[in-house]
């Protein structure tokens, strides 16, 4: 007998207009065969399982009252979006999602209509619906503009300055705030206890009822119209609330899971919005079966749905990320300058464990990266030693803070970056590529990446120690090599890389955890009589001159390798090679970068492979340069 759920109602729906003739009745049970669909997917793919749960009745009324594609259903960050993907024609492929070649674990414009935005970074889905909501005014195509917003991304600046501009320019839009009172973590801020307090004085069981009333006289809401909409209008809309004082209806709170009420508010909204509208839907992450994860069922592994016991994977090496926690929990014991900041991603970043220890120097900040940069600035130029803690894809949301409030002031702010390179599954959003070319490029600013955990707990006494300036250390997501680490790391001296092996010939000089695919290449080619010269750059900034200048007057040809974008240490490698004059003197250099497109998700070794940047791939970039054929052979 199969284990997939029965699934009568779902089993007639392949896009949203099949709802069409659904009744309200029926649309309850669907959301039940959806929600059971999602669980039994996401058990087999693994995921972000909570968020989804938690909107599957919203997801079935929004498909139900509007018109997708031709009105625009935007889902913020959009990890909640499976159960939109298995209503919009994409259940026969939901079991791949975030596989090789499969469905993305977020909205994705290339991969479907209904997906008329991409996202997977916070905050961002009222901005693009007012876009939308603009174009439509100015005659382009499309009808409703819904954006769908959590609490947790509602902790981020962006998200006030599209509030602040929809309330200005009064266009038909609709706002969907949905509470589930989490983020990845219990959410944290004044404006997540505001939320809490609109919810906790507001009279939910009488909305309930006053919904259900209206409901009762509608056998067709949308035909009966105006006067039953106006009393479920009146009933719940709460004067004086911010959004209200920023332009917006205010409209609820209501039960996100209550069917009757999202039929009732969202068909209400369509027939009667005029201007800017929010509605403030309450509803619990993890909905029907993961309510009682601390969590919420954010993210998580394939699992049994019987039993709830996830696949775990063995490794004897513990993750960079606790590494990190670790060492910086050690320091933080001896200097009690040392703060931590983390936006929004305590367990993610280990900062967790540091918030546990050093309750009053830990921040989390919410989703709010670059206020967390310039916090931390503020706190540098106050004397403090602030490690702020981010993954590499959302330190690009505070670029400018890098530049103005870190960079040009010199100020010492230790960027701890996590999940730097290719990081699976997430894909191209989370891709760890560009901090390196960015970073690097900045007056003053010391990038480091560490090749093992060993070189981790070395970079974080380096940054403990560096208080001349900004500096960062990078290191990817997932488990070490499981390398020794020394038990009380002594600080690098800035700007010194390390030599790993002589040999002749070729250099490879590394910068990150490359290293051991360039390791596992030379044992490859040493069965070919080619033993390569290998080092590890440890700095992208401040270049070891002496080093590389070295190693290129040494060998016939030098390869830089590095988890990042191009832009970034091999092109500073390259610049100074040039402005030495070392490629008159005839060197053959090779940088070995990510490649110049977005690489959607799979593992990461299968990512790595796409991008060319394996051990087998390092050895073939070895003899190409060479001029050598695969046996070992000068051509
Ligand atoms: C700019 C940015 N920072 C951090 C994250 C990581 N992140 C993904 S989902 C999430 C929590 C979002 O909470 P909420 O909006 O309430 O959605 P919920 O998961 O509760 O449905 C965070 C912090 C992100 N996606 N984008
Ligand atoms: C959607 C999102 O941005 C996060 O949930 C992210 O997927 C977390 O990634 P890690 O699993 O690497 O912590
Ligand atoms: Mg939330």
């Known amino acids: 007998m199969s284990d997939k759920p029965l699934t009568p109602t779902l089993d007639r729906i392949d896009l949203p207009s099949d709802l069409n003739g659904l009744s309200d009745g029926q649309l309850r049970a669907l959301a039940d065969e959806l929600r059971a669909e999602t669980i039994s997917a996401v058990s087999e793919t693994g995921g972000h399982l909570g968020a989804g749960l938690g909107v599957v009745e919203l997801t079935v009324a929004l498909h139900a009252v509007f018109d997708a ?99 200005h320019l009064k266009k038909r839009l609709i706002v969907i705030l949905n509470d589930n009172e989490m983020s990845i973590a219990p959410p944290v801020g004044a404006m997540s206890s505001y939320l809490s307090r609109l919810y906790a004085g507001a009279p939910f069981q009488e909305l309930k009822a006053a919904a259900k009333g209206a409901v009762s006289f509608l056998p067709e809401p949308l035909q009966e119209g105006a006067k039953r909409a106006r009393d479920v209008l ?100 001896q200097d009690d300058k040392i703060v931590a900041v983390t936006a929004a991603m305590p367990d993610g970043t280990g900062l967790d464990r540091f918030m546990q220890r050093f309750a009053s120097r830990c921040f989390d900040v919410g989703i709010a990266e670059q206020h967390a940069v310039t916090f931390c600035a503020g706190m540098a130029a106050g004397g403090l030693k602030p490690f702020c803690a981010l993954y590499s894809t959302f330190l690009q949301r505070g670029y400018d803070q890098v530049v103005h409030d870190v960079a040009i002031q010199r100020l010492p702010v230790r960027f701890a970056i996590d999940r730097a390179g290719l990081v699976g599954a997430d894909g191209a959003t989370h891709a760890g590529a560009f901090d390196v070319a960015f970073l690097a490029n900045l007056p003053g600013f010391v990038v480091m990446a560490a090749a093992d955990e060993a070189e981790l707990t070395r970079m974080v006494a380096t940054a403990v120690a560096h208080d001349e300036g900004p500096i960062a250390f990078r290191f990817p997501r997932g488990e070490g090599v499981g390398v020794e680490r020394p038990e009380a790391a002594e600080p690098l001296e800035i700007g010194k890389g390390r030599m790993i092996r002589d040999g002749s010939k070729v250099a490879i000089l590394s910068f990150g955890t490359r290293l051991q695919e360039v390791e596992a290449a030379c044992e490859a080619l040493a069965a070919k009589g080619i033993t390569p010269t290998v080092a590890d750059a440890r700095f992208a900034k401040p270049l070891d001159r002496e080093l590389i200048l070295k190693l290129a007057r040494d060998h016939e040809a030098l390869i830089t390798i590095e988890e990042g974008a191009i832009g970034g240490f091999g092109s500073h490698v390259a610049q100074l090679l040039a402005e030495e004059g070392v490629f008159d003197q005839g060197l053959k250099y090779r940088s070995m970068v990510l490649p110049d497109t977005f690489i959607d998700q799979a593992s990461p070794k299968d990512m790595y492979a796409t991008a060319g940047m394996n051990a087998e791939q390092i050895e073939a970039k070895v003899l190409e340069t060479l001029g050598v054929d695969l046996v070992g052979k000068r051509a």
């Open 69 to 167: 594609p031709k009105d625009k259903i935007i889902w913020d960050v959009s990890h909640q979006c499976y159960p939109h993907k298995i209503l919009t024609g994409r259940r026969d492929r939901i079991r791949t999602l975030r596989q090789k070649d499969g469905l993305s674990g977020f909205t994705k414009r290339s991969e479907s209509a209904y997906d008329p935005f991409g996202a997977a970074h916070s905050s961002t889905s009222i901005s693009a619906a007012l876009g939308f909501a603009v174009a439509r005014d100015l005659g382009g195509e499309g009808g409703d503009a819904i954006a769908v917003i959590g609490d947790g991304a509602m902790s981020a600046g962006m998200a006030y300055e599209a509030l602040n501009n929809a309330g």
């Open 234 to 333: 009146k009933h719940m809309t709460v004067g004086g609330t911010l959004f209200e004082e920023l332009g917006f209806s205010y409209l609820g709170p209501i039960d996100g899971h209550d069917m009757e009420q999202l039929l009732t508010v969202l068909r209400t909204v369509k027939t009667r919005a005029t201007g800017p509208i929010l509605i403030h839907a309450i509803t619990k992450k993890g909905k029907g079966y993961a309510e009682n994860r601390p969590d919420r069922g954010h993210a998580t592994g394939k699992f049994n749905v019987v039993t709830g016991e996830q696949a775990k994977a063995v490794s004897n090496a513990p993750s960079y990320t606790s590494v990190f926690a670790e060492s910086l929990i050690k320091h933080a014991a």
